[in-house]
């Protein structure tokens, strides 16, 4: 995204693609899918510093009452392309199959090397963080304030306590709305707002166990967050971009508390194994970490990593330049 595109919005369904446009942006769904297993780290950060934010949240407003008139009366072939459905299919194949193989890593590294992980998604955060606000151009007293706003509110956001709730038919729905929402919105973690609303193990319960109720009660609370969701952020890249680019800005840098490297773990609750799973934490610094658990602070590994996070934002940036 160049300086001129940044203050053009993108037209959405005008984009031709070769096999090897659909092979990288496939790869850009695993990425997103990566991501999203990670409480803490947004798919929709994800989405934006690979280039790819505006044509998704474009191509979900899409499926409209217009989308379904064409589906009727021009067919298939009509829908499709209004829908933009090939990439959407591309998009979300790519994040399936992460969630079924690199996710996995992903938690696998999560489990045994936290500090490493989150180093890296540190660095990338922090850098994708100034590849957003660099294309706010003409700063004044809106676009700052939108920085402070989305700032503090992720910052908050990411410091609450869980808590828990009764499950039912509502709170699934609800939770399913609220969390695909963070979900695509760059800084906020859609796995983490679930943790937060005490949802977390009771959706992993439901998959675990086929619980095929609850999670198409909880996918159609999804897919209603989607198509309401979607239509706000399209609305405001279109109308008020310096604005929610300001704001996307201030989201992720509040969002860095989540994903500092170095941790020290004050509860625990249990997930749908049994496992402990760290409920409240408070950051420290890394010889306080290595003083407080006993653990190697791995910081030169950890400070490589973020340096890698940050040069892999880098070179996307330049790419979609």
């Known amino acids: 995204m160049n300086d001129h595109t940044a203050e053009r919005p993108y037209q959405s369904g005008r984009t031709v693609r070769t096999l090897k446009d659909y092979l990288l942006l496939a790869g850009k769904g695993m990425m997103m899918g990566a991501a999203d297993a990670v409480p803490g780290v947004s798919g929709g950060t994800v989405a934006f510093i690979t280039g790819i934010y505006e044509e998704l949240i474009d191509t979900l407003r899409s499926f409209d009452l217009a989308a379904l008139r064409l589906l009727f009366t021009e067919g298939i072939g009509a829908f499709w392309k209004h829908v933009n459905g090939t990439f959407l299919l591309v998009l979300l194949s790519g994040i399936l199959l992460s969630l079924l193989s690199i996710a996995r890593v992903v938690l696998y590294l999560l489990e045994h090397y936290p500090v490493l992980l989150w180093a890296f998604f540190f660095g990338l955060i922090l850098t994708s963080t100034w590849s957003v606000v660099r294309h706010v151009k003409g700063w004044g007293f809106g676009t700052s304030l939108a920085f402070f706003v989305g700032g503090l509110s992720a910052w908050i956001i990411t410091s609450m306590v869980p808590v828990s709730i ?5 709170t699934l729905l609800g ?23 005490g949802m977390y193990g009771p959706i992993l319960n439901a998959v675990r166990q086929y619980d095929i109720l609850s999670l198409g009660i909880f996918a159609t609370g999804c897919v209603l967050g989607l ?3 979607s239509r706000v952020l399209s609305w405001a890249f279109h109308h008020q971009r310096r604005v929610i680019l300001a704001l996307l800005g201030g989201f992720m840098l509040g969002s860095l508390n989540k994903v500092w490297p170095w941790k020290y773990t004050l509860s625990y609750t249990l ?6 799973v760290p409920l409240e934490q408070s950051n ?6 290595a003083m407080l658990t006993g653990q190697a602070s791995w910081f030169w590994p950890a400070l490589g990593l973020m340096v890698f ?3 892999l934002v880098l070179v996307l940036d330049r790419h979609n330049s």
């Open 309 to 311: 996070g940050a040069l």
């Open 166 to 170: 009764q499950v039912s038919s509502a």
């Open 271 to 276: 997930d749908a194994h049994g496992a402990m």
């Open 227 to 229: 198509l309401t969701f």
């Open 175 to 197: 939770s399913g709305m609220v969390a695909i929402c963070a979900m695509i919105l760059p800084g906020i973690s859609g796995s983490f707002i679930l943790l937060l609303l």
């Open 284 to 289: 420290v610094l890394p010889d306080s970490f």
